[in-house]
T-cell receptor, first 119, second 115 residues
């Protein structure tokens, strides 16, 4: 089956530093990748949608300058949390939508998530 | 606007019994997809089952079945013969329509399976 990896799986950083999280589709090409944030005991909230080679589309209320998304290739998207603060501590999950032929069922595959703790 | 509602924050079920997790949705679109995901404590999202809005039959995948009632806009998940390993968080999700390929999630239901 299709596999999506995230790196790192855990990160602890000091307040004010920037953290980069990578999302890779390992055995397929992804036209679109999605970034979600999940606070403890809450649901997944979509942060942004990224398409390879174009600017990401951010959901309402998500700061573009704070959460930088780069989708440099069909297998890699990165989320950079700039000047991280304790309130940014969360579980960040990416998902990837594979390239599909017309008529094929569309689906998305989730990465294992990255836990960010900002001290 | 599209919305997913899961009204059961937590559910308990005895091992080997069946359990129904409720999900209602709101959309004005005709074409959409409904999903259920399982999230164990490790955090990974595990796809369980999918129902398309035009599918006439309820989806089934092993012990999972989706009770799709389009007129009521409900998509309840039924887990038969519950196992201890089924204890996890369960999310109902919807994709499609005016949301495009974006998927929105409900608040989730935590299922506890008792031995």
């Amino acid at each position: 089956g299709a596999v999506v990896s995230q790196h790192p799986s855990w990160v602890i950083c000091k307040s004010g530093t920037s953290v980069k999280i990578e999302c890779r589709s390992l055995d397929f090409q992804a036209t679109t990748m999605f970034w979600y944030r999940q606070f403890p005991k809450q649901s997944l909230m979509l942060m942004a949608t990224s398409n390879e080679g174009s600017k990401a589309t951010y959901e309402q209320g998500v700061e573009k300058d704070k959460f930088l998304i780069n989708h440099a290739s069909l297998t890699l998207s990165t989320l950079t949390v700039t000047s991280a603060h304790p309130e940014d501590s969360s579980f960040y999950i990416c998902s990837a939508r594979p390239l599909r032929l017309a008529g094929e069922e569309e689906t998305q595959y989730f990465g294992p998530g990255t836990r960010l703790l900002v001290l | 606007a599209q919305k997913i509602t899961q009204t059961q924050p937590g559910m308990f079920v005895q091992e080997k019994e069946a359990v129904t997790l409720d999900c209602t949705y709101d959309t004005s679109d005709q074409s959409y997809g409904l999903f259920w995901y399982k999230q164990p404590s490790s955090g990974e999202m595990i796809f369980l089952i999918y129902q398309g809005s035009y599918d006439e039959q309820n989806a089934t995948e092993g012990r999972y079945s989706l009770n799709f009632q389009k007129a009521r806009k409900s998509a309840n998940l039924v887990i038969s013969a519950s196992q201890l390993g089924d204890s996890a968080m369960y999310f109902c999700a919807m994709r499609g329509g005016t949301g495009g390929f974006k998927t929105i999630f409900g608040a989730g239901t935590r299922l506890f399976v008792k031995a």
